[in-house]
């Protein structure tokens, strides 16, 4: 089996399989977790690389294997042009990120942990924008938020970033279990999880008397996680983080994903 045949999860995996070593490696070098997740990045990008040519020729490349066929529950990835451009986007500016995070983190802050709960946010992030399944995005949204609050209480001896982070959890985590009100109902009106089936099904959504319900509950976890009104007020108190954080997280791609 080549590797094309399963270079998507292992282009969402590979962060989390990093962040322990990211965290390890200090041991050794205080800047070697820098080099780790940097490295780890560039790597993503060269799995990535050869199914580009493939998108940019209007392909839609889907990688599937059967797990939880009774609920639905696929492992199933999906890159096409629309994925492409968001996991171009974290990994670009992720590297950049994670660049300037060297310089910018005192002698005082941990870099292991820093890099490592950078690499987790990465990986779900990832996971988000080249998931077909659409339970396994809700897994990995998740995961955005519960990373997200570790980087943003990065610096635990402040209240202020502490406050942000619970505030932060608390509204996007909310906004996650809509979500996943909204995929479920997804689900039953379609009759499958899968991204693409729910794309050729506009019409028979549009046409169900739980379209409504539907439509409100996936709003809702969209609103929370890009932080629109009325929920916008998280922001703000989430910017307690390191800018690295804010950069990546608030500006770059979390909010994005919303």
Request: net charge positive.
């Amino acid at each position: 089996m080549s590797l094309l045949s399963f270079n998507l999860p292992l282009a969402a995996l590979l962060p989390f399989a990093a962040a322990p070593l990211a965290a390890w490696s200090t041991r050794y070098n205080r800047l070697a977790s820098a080099w780790v997740a940097g490295l780890t990045t560039l790597l993503t990008l060269a799995i990535l690389f050869p199914s580009m040519q493939a998108v940019f020729a209007g392909e839609t490349l889907i990688q599937q294997w059967s797990w939880l066929p009774a609920i639905g529950f696929n492992i199933a990835f999906r890159l096409d042009g629309l994925a492409l451009l968001f996991a171009l986007l974290i990994l670009l500016i992720g590297l950049l990120v994670i660049f300037y995070a060297r310089y910018y983190l005192s002698a005082k802050d941990s870099m292991g942990r820093f890099y490592a709960y950078m690499l987790m946010f990465m990986g779900s992030m990832l996971g988000i924008v080249l998931s077909e399944n659409l339970l396994q995005l809700v897994v990995f949204w998740e995961l955005t938020s519960i990373t997200s609050f570790l980087l943003i209480s990065y610096w635990q001896h402040r209240q202020d970033a502490r406050q942000g982070a619970r505030m932060a959890l608390a509204i996007t985590g909310a906004g996650g279990l809509a979500l996943l009100g909204g995929v479920l109902l997804l689900g039953h009106i379609v009759g499958s999880y899968e991204l693409t089936q729910v794309l050729a099904s506009g019409d028979l959504i549009r046409g169900h008397d739980l379209y409504l319900p539907t439509l409100l509950l996936i709003l809702l976890g969209v609103f929370t996680k890009s932080a629109q009104f009325p929920f916008h007020f998280w922001l703000p108190h989430a910017m307690a983080a390191p800018t690295p954080v804010s950069a990546y997280l608030h500006s770059a791609t979390m909010v994005k994903a919303g």
